[in-house]
């Protein structure tokens, strides 16, 4: 175990919001003990994005201390859906949907954490194994007057949405995961605070010394002003090309440039001007995902393409578009998840087809053409 007092500094502060009990949290770092450090993910869309990465990066870091880190992906619990930070009840999702959605999640969270030493964990092992009586006694740990004094849910009771007691249920299963996996510490986004805090009370319901947590700031997306979320497509993508990523991060509003250096990457921020902060920042986290080198090609090829006005000349295929409706073809090309969400960007005005702009959802795209989505993307037919 590393028990450099300055990288346990830097562990406990760079991109960290809170540490509950950070004393004694910082004991057990400077004991020599391995910790058992649990992060918890529902699979709950197919892809992984940069607001994921903040806490797996800070899984990554304990793990480069020698702790143990324990990655569970909530296949049983994206069945039921977290409630937080949600105004309305989330949608189930099928078992089919979530195997989908699990395909390659581990190859993603492997571009920051190291699968191979991690202990990679599905909750339905124990979940699916030991069916109610689990869940009932799990639920004696916590009461209703605590579930309903959640902001989020007191907020739906006071808009008089509803709120099922499945989601009442959703953070006394998470603390149960950490007594089935023995976490000694939990890291997750601010707004698992009351989640994790319940885990706590759902280990010391097993007679389990409680863990400490680790909540990080959540990372704003690309509007500016929302949590970054596939669904409200302000993301940036860990598989996203090279060039769809940079760009992207060069269209990262000012102010948030500070908290992108903190949160996802290791480095300072070392220029007051924006443009230049966010190039260096562009060419730092593409390195990071697609290898080194691959971020000043990617600076490159924005500059070509942005500043001089030129096409991108590594434009994806859409295959199978060539007269299809525009809507048809984002979805081909896996710009859009669903039609209303394809037609939300043709009504938009947001899509162009051999640069001029297309607003009939219903409009056929020939063969041969370049589609342009935004300021960014560019396929060709």
Not at 32 to 58: A, N
Not at 218 to 244: H, P, Q
Not at 273 to 287: F, Q, S, T
Request: proline residues 4%; contains cysteine; hydrophobic residues 40%.
């Amino acid at each position: 175990m590393v028990t450099d007092k300055a990288a346990i500094a830097q562990l406990l502060s760079r991109g960290v919001e809170e540490a509950i009990v950070r004393e004694h949290l910082e004991a057990a770092l400077m004991s020599g003990k391995q910790l058992r450090v649990k992060f918890g993910i529902d699979p709950t869309s197919p892809d992984l994005h940069l607001g994921h990465g903040v806490p797996l990066r800070k899984l990554r870091q304990f793990q480069d201390l020698g702790h143990k880190a324990v990655l569970i992906i909530g296949d049983y619990t994206a069945r039921i859906g977290d409630p937080t930070g949600r105004s309305e009840e989330r949608k189930p999702l099928t078992s089919e949907q979530v195997q989908e959605h699990m395909r390659e999640y581990l190859a993603q969270a492997g571009t920051i954490i190291d699968i191979k030493e991690a202990e990679i964990r599905y909750n339905s092992e124990w979940f699916s194994r030991e069916g109610l009586s689990a869940v009932l006694e799990a639920a004696r740990a916590a009461t209703v007057q605590q579930m309903l004094h959640r902001a989020d849910f007191k907020k739906r009771m006071e808009e008089d949405n509803d709120i099922s007691v499945m989601e009442l249920l959703y953070p006394v299963l998470q603390g149960y995961d950490s007594v089935r996996v023995k976490a000694d510490v939990e890291i997750g986004g601010t707004d698992q605070k009351f989640n994790l805090l319940i885990g706590r009370r759902v280990q010391r319901h097993y007679a389990m010394a409680e863990q400490d947590i680790m909540t990080l700031p959540l990372l704003v997306g690309l509007d500016g002003a929302l949590k970054m979320s596939k669904s409200k497509d302000n993301y940036i993508g860990l598989t996203e090309s090279a060039n769809v990523m940079f760009g992207k991060i060069m269209s990262v509003p000012d102010e948030l440039i500070d908290s992108y250096y903190a949160l996802c990457t290791d480095t300072e921020r070392t220029t007051k001007d924006p443009r230049e902060a966010k190039l260096a920042l562009g060419e730092i986290i593409v390195d990071m995902y697609h290898g080194k080198g691959e971020g000043k090609k990617a600076a490159e090829e924005f500059v070509r393409v942005f500043s001089k006005k030129e096409k991108p000349e590594d434009r994806p295929k859409i295959k199978k578009a060539g007269n299809k409706t525009i809507v048809e073809s984002l979805i081909l090309a896996e710009i859009a998840v669903s039609k209303s969400d394809a037609r939300r960007l043709v009504e938009q005005g947001g899509v162009r087809v051999n640069d001029e702009v297309v607003k009939d959802p219903k409009a056929i795209v020939p063969p041969d053409v370049t589609v342009q989505v935004g300021p960014r993307r560019f396929y060709d037919t």
